[in-house]
């Protein structure tokens, strides 16, 4: 159980172009997902805490418009990098927790995005 | 600020070298501690929650145990199969706005030679 699904696994494309990764969670729902960044040989950084229904965290010096995040339902989170540059080339990670009243329940994790802007 | 900090930052030993990671935290007040493993190129995969100090918890060849600073991840006779990264993450008791964030340790790459 608690499978995360990430797509697309890897995107090269264009400076200037805009690029949708979706995150769904297979096999429950999740009222919170996470979008993380990571670099090569580093930990992951968090960008954003997606809510579903309402506006998402951001982490500081992430760019909101520049990442627009969108949780319209209980399975299914998008994140829209727009108009990427070359440094936005890096990979991208979401993941979901399961909502269950109580104790604190670890977040599942999708493949990755690996994002590379020409 | 809430830390955490693993050791080493890589390890390399023979298959069947039993070993431990660590992972060291400073937290206001612990929620949750959660062990990862990520393999090259992929995401995280989840292996194992502690809440409190003294409690273990065990999968094949890995044991993870908890104290109030620290947490190890135990490993018994290793294959090469295991080697991966291992990220620590705990979760704070705080309140405010980060309350749901995890925060991560930087890993340790483990290889395990045949």
């Known amino acids: 159980g608690a499978v995360v699904s990430q797509h697309p696994s890897r995107v090269i494309c264009k400076s200037g172009t805009s690029v949708k990764i979706e995150c769904r969670s297979l096999d429950f729902q999740a009222t919170t997902m996470f979008w993380y960044r990571q670099f090569p040989k580093q930990s992951l950084m968090l960008m954003a805490t997606?809510?579903?229904?309402?506006?998402?965290?951001?982490e500081q010096g992430v760019e909101k418009d520049k990442f627009l995040i969108n949780h319209a339902s209980l399975t299914l989170s998008t994140l829209t990098v727009t108009s990427a540059h070359p440094e936005d080339s890096s990979f991208y990670i979401c993941?979901?927790?399961?909502?269950?009243?109580?104790?604190?329940?670890?977040?599942?994790f999708g493949d990755g995005t690996r994002l590379s802007i020409l | 600020e809430d830390q955490v900090t693993q050791s080493p930052e890589a390890l390399r030993l023979q298959e069947g070298e039993s070993s431990s990671l660590n992972c060291s935290y400073t937290?206001?007040?612990?929620?949750?501690l959660f062990w990862y493993r990520q393999d090259p190129g992929k995401g995280p995969e989840f292996l194992f929650t502690l809440y409190s100090a003294g409690e273990e918890k065990e999968k094949e060849r890995l044991k993870a145990t908890l104290t109030k600073k620290e947490s190890f991840l135990h490993i018994t006779a290793p294959k090469p199969e295991d080697s991966a990264t291992y990220l620590c993450a705990v979760q704070a008791l705080s309140m405010s706005q980060g309350a749901q964030k995890l925060v991560f340790g930087q890993g340790t790459r483990l290889t395990i030679n045949p």
């Open positions: 937290v206001s007040g612990l929620r949750g």
């Open positions: 993941s979901a927790r399961v909502t269950v009243d109580g104790r604190l329940q670890p977040q599942h």
């Open positions: 997606s809510n579903e229904g309402s506006k998402a965290t951001y």
